[in-house]
């Protein structure tokens, strides 16, 4: 039964998540914190940190984790089956619809209006992480403050905006911070 949730889960994450990956993570939430109970918010920050860290899809690097950790190695592969599972049907039926249209003045327009919603899921994405790492809990009280999350995404958004870093540099040297802070 574990196995057939995972897979719909999964697969309604995979066919929904126009985008790439920041754009599935509030569809991964909802099916795998609020939907299931699988994982707290907690848990799935964490997720969010090793799918991002890990090579690969973020969406597939996802539920690879939830499915380990959910029903172990056969759960991994089911919920990563179903996750690149719908992907992989639009995407051959796209190829063919793409190549043989695709001087159609029409079906520019349709992907021209496609990018606002993308841009919108990965700015609602950011945001939420953004809350809780920076209020530790759900309320928004000035007492419930992360600052060295929040000194540590002002810091590394200034640094990738201005100086361009490596992203990998970036998120290697907050982890450092926060192992620094979590010594002290």
């Not at 126009?18 to 569809?27: D, E, N």
């Not at 063919?96 to 496609?114: E, F, P």
């Not at 809780?132 to 000035?142: K, P, T």
Request: proline fraction near 4%.
């Amino acid at each position: 039964m574990i196995y057939i949730q995972l897979f719909l889960s999964f697969i309604q994450v995979g066919m929904f998540s126009i985008g790439g990956g920041y754009a599935a993570m509030p569809l991964i939430q909802s099916q795998v914190v609020q939907g299931h109970g699988w994982l707290t918010m907690s848990e799935f920050t964490d997720l969010i940190t090793i799918a991002e860290m890990t090579p690969g899809p973020i969406a597939v690097n996802s539920a690879t984790f939830v499915g380990i950790r959910i029903a172990g190695v056969p759960g991994a592969m089911v919920a990563t089956f179903g996750c690149i599972l719908p992907s992989c049907i639009i995407v051959s039926i796209l190829a063919m619809i793409y190549y043989r249209y695709k001087n159609i003045s029409a079906l520019q327009n349709v992907l021209g209006t496609l990018r606002p919603a993308v841009v919108a899921l990965i700015a609602a994405a950011g945001l939420s992480i953004l809350q809780l790492v920076v209020f530790q809990e759900n309320a928004m009280q000035l007492s419930n403050v992360n600052w060295l999350g929040l000194i540590c995404f002002a810091a590394a958004l200034f640094i990738l905006r201005k100086w361009k870093w490596n992203p990998i540099l970036v998120m290697a040297l907050c982890g450092v911070c926060g192992l620094i802070a979590a010594l002290l």
